[in-house]
């Protein structure tokens, strides 16, 4: 059959089916935050549109029942950046987990929870945006008031990932009583780092909602100090973005060598990347304050350096990822230097979609690494370039990336056929021709200082600045990222509801390796140990920043600027 799904069948092979350690009460909370998450994309991605028309002096906000394009981009950022990352994260590596580890997680509990703890919070922090008393964009600065239904949902939703964190570790403990002085097999290993790692790293933000914001918010204190606050924000907002993109990279990493025929490339480098990821991603959040005043310089060096440092996993990405594309381009008969590339199944709408992926992040790290870099950031700070870094970061390496797995991840849950297979492709064709007109427009407008987060088309200086092709470039490019998301919906509703029934059920997609296992340091298998690096990593970005900056300049109350 086609790698649609990557997906060989279970039968064949004879061996080992998998149906056994998928309960049911494990799949229906999987089957239930992956659909939060489409729903979080969906209405998230349709907001895009607002945004990307306002360029070109189209106002949309009030068709789409929004009070002003803040609100929007509220529910823009919040649904994405939030909900549909942590819904399709919870799912997808609760999954992979189950499938490395081969046996149920450890706690259905948990994992239900999980799905109530999502649900419950999209509700609350969705009431509070859509009745625009939360409109304070998906970074929540304070003072910016909002209503305190809206952190705690905030908080469900990072409650819920951080049960998902719990069930995961104990389901590789559990793993480990089943077998002892084994290593931790991969798939197993990627699935618990992706979590851990996020668990030091909602530390921040848990912090800052608990102790800060919702008692701000309630009144309960009356002043805040906003620096402060954007400190703790940022301990979480930069390794979330790692959060985002390590359940991709198990997918790019285990998952897409099967789907094109190739093998894992080495197994320690798998996990050495992943550790990487581990150790550095935290300790970083002061590059995205660079310019904040109050913050002392040698402590933002501190950050430049790490931040530089966690370039490294991803480039170690690059080459190991693109050596099992190799393999499996050379296997399927490719020649020459680069004849391997034509030779990879670009007919399967999952391969495709990730394939593309793939190289527009090389341009989405390159432009985070001018970011990244100091004294270049004093030129593209809070202008739209930043804009255009992430749509190619999150916005297409992760969501596209996501897209191509749900190509194979439902007709897994759901024992239907892919539909509109070709439709597919065009969706996938057409993410990446829009995201690259989008970020094109948005850097250049960027460069010559368009801010970023305006409502473009109702600003009084918008035409002092002249950034006319750009501006058309973004508006073109974001509609037919619009428009790709519509054809996707098209082609998943079409799936579920029409579908033909799989006369056996596919499995997960998993890569052999190259090398293996047996050349792999044990030590990497010490998650406690390289945890408690990770730790002390944090300490040293963070201690001598909170102990240089304090006493807290607490003068600030609530304020409604919407
Ligand atoms: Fe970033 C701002 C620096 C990666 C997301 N970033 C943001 C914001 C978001 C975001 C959402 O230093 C805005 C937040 C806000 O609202 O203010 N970012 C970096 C750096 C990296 C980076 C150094 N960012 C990401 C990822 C994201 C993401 C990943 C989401 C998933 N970013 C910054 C900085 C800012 C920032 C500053 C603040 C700017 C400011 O002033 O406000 C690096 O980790 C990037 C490393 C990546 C690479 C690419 C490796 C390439 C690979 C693909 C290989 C291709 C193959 C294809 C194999 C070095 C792995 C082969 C295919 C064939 C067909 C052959
Ligand atoms: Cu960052």
Do not use: C
């Not at 597919?424 to 960027?446: E, K, P, T």
Request: aromatic share 14%; proline share 5%; charged share 10%.
């Amino acid at each position: 059959m086609s790698a649609t799904a990557g997906a060989r069948t279970v039968a064949g092979r004879g061996a080992v089916t998998h149906e056994g350690i998928f309960l049911a009460e494990q799949l229906w909370p999987i089957k239930g935050q992956l659909v939060l998450a489409l729903v979080g994309l969906a209405i998230g991605g349709l907001m895009g549109l607002q945004q990307a028309l306002s360029r070109v002096g189209i106002v949309l906000h009030e068709a789409m029942l929004m009070q002003s394009y803040y609100q929007g981009l509220t529910v823009h950022g919040v649904l994405l950046a939030f909900l549909f990352m942590f819904g399709f994260g919870n799912a997808f590596v609760s999954l992979a987990a189950i499938r490395g580890f081969e046996r149920p997680l450890a706690s259905s509990f948990l994992l239900q929870g999980a799905f109530w703890t999502m649900l419950a919070g999209t509700l609350l922090a969705g009431y509070a945006i859509l009745t625009n008393q939360a409109t304070v964009l998906f970074t929540f600065y304070a003072p910016m008031r909002a209503n305190p239904l809206f952190f705690l949902g905030a908080a469900l939703l990072v409650i819920s990932t951080l049960l998902t964190a719990l069930n995961l570790v104990l389901t590789r403990r559990a793993w480990q009583r089943e077998h002892p002085g084994e290593r931790t097999p991969l798939l197993g290993f990627v699935s618990v780092v992706t979590y851990v790692m996020w668990a030091l790293a909602s530390l921040g933000v848990v912090i800052l909602v608990v102790f800060f914001l919702l008692p701000w918010s309630l009144g309960w204190v009356k002043t805040t100090d906003p620096q402060f606050n954007r400190i703790l924000f940022w301990f979480t907002g930069h390794p979330i973005v790692y959060f985002w993109l390590m359940p991709v990279y198990i997918s790019w990493y285990l998952m897409v060598p099967r789907q094109v025929g190739g093998r894992i490339f080495s197994d320690s480098l798998v996990r050495l990347a992943f550790l990487l990821l581990l150790i550095f991603s935290v300790p970083t959040g002061l590059h995205h304050q660079y310019v904040d005043p109050g913050i002392p310089t040698i402590m933002k060096v501190v950050h430049l350096f790490t931040t530089f440092a966690v370039v490294f996993p991803s480039l170690i990405t690059a080459f190991t990822v693109m050596a099992a594309l190799e393999d499996g381009g050379r296997a399927r008969g490719g020649t020459g230097l680069l004849g391997w590339i034509r030779k990879l199944p670009w007919g399967d709408p999952s391969v495709a979609a990730q394939l593309l992926a793939m190289i527009v992040f090389i341009l989405g790290g390159a432009t985070g690494v001018v970011n990244a870099s100091y004294n270049l950031n004093n030129v593209v700070h809070n202008t739209s370039f930043v804009s255009g870094h992430f749509h190619m970061t999150v916005g297409t390496a992760v969501t596209l990336s996501i897209l191509g797995i749900t190509y194979w991840l439902i007709p897994f849950l759901t024992r239907r056929e892919l539909m509109g297979r070709r439709l597919a492709l065009v969706q996938a064709w057409l993410w990446f021709f829009g995201v690259l007109l989008f970020a094109r427009g948005q850097i250049a407008a960027g460069l010559i200082g368009e801010p970023r987060r305006s409502s473009i088309a109702e600003a009084p200086w918008r035409e002092v600045l002249d950034v006319g092709l750009d501006h058309w470039l973004t508006a073109i490019g974001g509609s037919f990222m619009v428009l790709s998301g519509l054809l996707y919906f098209v082609v998943i509703l079409w799936t579920l509801f029409a579908g033909r029934p799989l006369a056996r059920p596919l499995e997960m997609p998993v890569a052999e390796m190259r090398f293996g296992a047996r050349e792999t340091s044990p030590l990497f298998d010490r998650l406690g140990f390289w945890f408690l690096v990770a730790v002390l990593l944090v300490a040293v970005a963070y201690i001598p920043l909170i102990v240089l900056y304090l006493p807290l300049q607490s003068v600030s109350p609530p304020i409604k600027v919407y």
